[in-house]
């Protein structure tokens, strides 16, 4: 249940400081060469679409949003999502996912793409793609990705590079 001095905003610059040592703090130095790491090095991520949860003035959860492409689909990248040990398991992350896949929905991107646990993930509007139709530069395990689709779109018709839009 989430507590209710919890606030949600759109990140901006000033948040970068936290947002680092949260991302640091949930998955150490090992995140910095997972294979959708690879993407988010080409180009920057969504501020618009990309959010924090402050609890008393104190960034404690973040989800950021990368502008990929999917082969030719205009999609985003959902990651990294973590939220501080001290207020995991209140539903602030999920919340955060409802709030970037809102606002996604709102532009032309397709879909939102992420790799992830599907029984996290998958309540939340996200399903399985096919497994070797979509490639991301690096190792990954093709079953943990998952997109959440708009317009009519499904996640198995996706196929092709996943790749930052400003590589396309």
């Not at 995140?31 to 609890?55: I, K, N």
């Not at 995991?88 to 929905?105: H, M, P, Q, S, Y």
């Not at 096919?130 to 499904?154: I, M, Q, V, W, Y």
Request: proline fraction near 8%; hydrophobic fraction near 40%.
């Amino acid at each position: 249940m989430l507590c209710q001095t919890i606030v949600f905003l759109t990140e901006d610059a000033s948040h970068d400081a936290a947002i680092d040592l949260i991302n640091e703090e949930a998955f150490g130095p090992g995140r910095l060469v997972r294979a959708a790491e690879r993407v988010r090095e080409q180009g920057p991520h969504d501020r618009a679409l990309s959010y924090v949860a402050a609890d008393g003035g104190e960034i404690i959860a973040s989800v950021r949003m990368t502008p990929v492409l999917a082969g030719t689909e205009s999609c985003h990248l959902l990651g990294p999502l973590a939220v501080r040990p001290s207020h995991k398991n209140r539903g602030i992350g999920r919340e955060l996912v409802r709030i970037a896949l809102a606002a996604a929905a709102k532009t032309p991107s397709r879909a939102v793409l992420l790799v992830g646990d599907a029984p996290y993930y998958g309540p939340l509007g996200f399903s399985p793609t096919r497994p070797g139709a979509l490639t991301l530069p690096g190792p990954f395990d093709p079953a943990r990705l998952l997109a959440a689709c708009f317009d009519g779109l499904e996640a198995d018709q996706l196929e092709g590079e996943i790749r930052h839009r400003n590589r396309a």
